[in-house]
């Protein structure tokens, strides 16, 4: 018996479509066992269960109900690469915060925009030969930027006169 591999099209769907549905089962499935996932807060996780321990509070509504709307997606299918965009969206109304500073942070952002709001951000999803999300990284639309001194590089210095380098 064969096997088939999943596109990464299939692949990235079902995962979509499990996030979307609150089913944290299924979303690992469609991780590999040694992937890689940057949630955009400077953190790294390796390895599914570390993956998994990072997702959970989203599964368990810490942050309200939530949603994820596709915007654009960009395949590239031999560098099995995957690029999306998307608008997060809560709901703090079915909120279950564990920890008293969640239960503070949803009160303060309650206050200034609201108990329904979204956030945009944009997905590089990594795929394995077997259909399976090797690294996931994950850029997001904050109101203000996360500066990291380690980002930073040494850059020519501009001309005077144009303002170019």
């Known amino acids: ?3 088939s591999v999943p596109s990464i099209t299939e692949t990235l769907d079902g995962y ?3 996030f979307n549905a609150l089913d944290l089962d299924d979303v690992m499935t469609h991780f590999a066992d040694d992937a890689v996932y940057r949630p955009g807060s400077g953190t790294e ?9 990072e997702l959970e509070p989203q599964f368990e509504l810490v942050y309200g109900a939530m949603r994820f709307d596709e915007c654009d997606r960009v395949v590239d299918e031999k560098a099995r690469k995957i690029v999306i965009r998307w608008v997060c969206r809560h709901d703090l109304a079915y909120g279950k915060p564990r920890r008293l500073a969640w239960k ?4 303060i952002v309650g206050a200034l925009v609201g108990n329904r709001f979204g ?6 999803f990594h795929f394995d030969d077997a259909g399976k999300i090797k690294r996931k990284f994950t850029y997001a639309g904050y109101r203000q930027p996360r500066l990291e ?6 850059l020519p210095t501009p001309s005077r006169h144009t303002g170019r380098v």
């Open 149 to 154: 001194k380690q980002l930073g590089v040494p």
């Open 1 to 3: 018996m064969v096997l």
């Open 104 to 107: 503070i942070r949803r009160v």
């Open 16 to 18: 979509m479509d499990a």
């Open 119 to 124: 956030w945009e951000g944009v997905d590089v």
């Open 45 to 53: 996780r390796v390895g599914r269960a570390a993956i998994r321990e």
